[in-house]
């Protein structure tokens, strides 16, 4: 694992080759973006973040697109419940050598982190502009990130098992449960974790019993993040 006190850049020195400058071209071409140093993992980190993400979904309303992936604001954002993963994964877990799948990946915060700390990582997400800043966010160490498209409904799509599975803020929607579920039984390794946060809405307080009774061993733990909100909750989900 590496050294949570080192405040070195990942990769000292990195300079964005050609095909990292198309990239983000490309999403320049889509979304106002913006360039930030922060601390992933106990690491300085080159980051870019959409601005003023809620401006998409706006936009998406007046051209009557709301229903889009794309324009849908939530994968624009980096949430709490992201920085509370990074931080568990940081300090409870050991997952150096691991492969590990980001479910719902958004901007990439949590999945990268997974990466900085050792983990061979594939992050995923149903819109193809969040793969887009991911892979952006993922550009100085993508020899160990790779993005895929996923829709938790065709979960064939991913071939591999993975020993760990993480995601952050998507058990908001009860509705979706009966589509995430088999989606973590068809791609968790035998003997695999998956680790879920949420910043303890009454939905994850639903989610918590309805995993249960979908056969899981669920048991949960609290991240204090000392911004003076709620802890961020960190369920931990294993099948017997």
Not at 8 to 37: A, K
Not at 55 to 61: F, Q, S, T, Y
Not at 201 to 211: A, L, N, Q, S, V
Request: with cysteine; charged share 25%; glycine share 8%.
């Amino acid at each position: 694992m590496l050294d949570a006190l080192d405040s070195s850049p990942v990769v000292e020195g990195f300079v964005d080759d050609p095909r990292h400058i198309r990239l983000l071209q490309r999403l320049q071409r889509s979304v106002t973006i913006e360039h930030e140093l922060i601390r992933i993992a106990g690491r300085s980190y080159p980051w870019t973040r959409v601005v003023d993400p809620d401006r998409l979904l706006e936009k998406a309303l007046e051209s009557g697109e709301d229903g889009s992936v794309d324009r849908d604001p939530f994968w624009a954002a980096t949430w709490r419940a992201s920085i509370g993963l990074e931080r568990f994964l940081q300090e409870h877990a050991t997952i150096a050598g691991s492969s590990v799948l980001e479910l719902g990946g958004g901007s990439g915060r949590a999945g990268i982190a997974a990466a900085i700390l050792g983990a061979k990582v594939c992050i995923t997400d149903a819109s193809r502009m969040a793969l887009l800043i991911c892979q952006y966010n993922a550009r100085a160490i993508s020899d160990r990130v790779h993005v895929r498209l996923l829709d938790w409904a065709k979960p064939e799509s991913l071939s591999e098992r993975f020993p760990v599975i993480l995601g952050s803020d998507i058990v908001y929607n009860p509705s979706l449960y009966p589509i995430l579920e088999p989606c973590l039984r068809r791609l968790l390794a035998k003997g695999g974790v998956v680790w879920l946060s949420e910043p303890q809405r009454h939905t994850g307080d639903r989610f918590e019993k309805w995993i249960r009774a979908a056969g899981w061993n669920c048991q949960a733990t609290y991240v204090e993040l000392g911004d003076g909100d709620r802890a961020i909750r960190i369920f931990e989900c294993r099948l017997p």
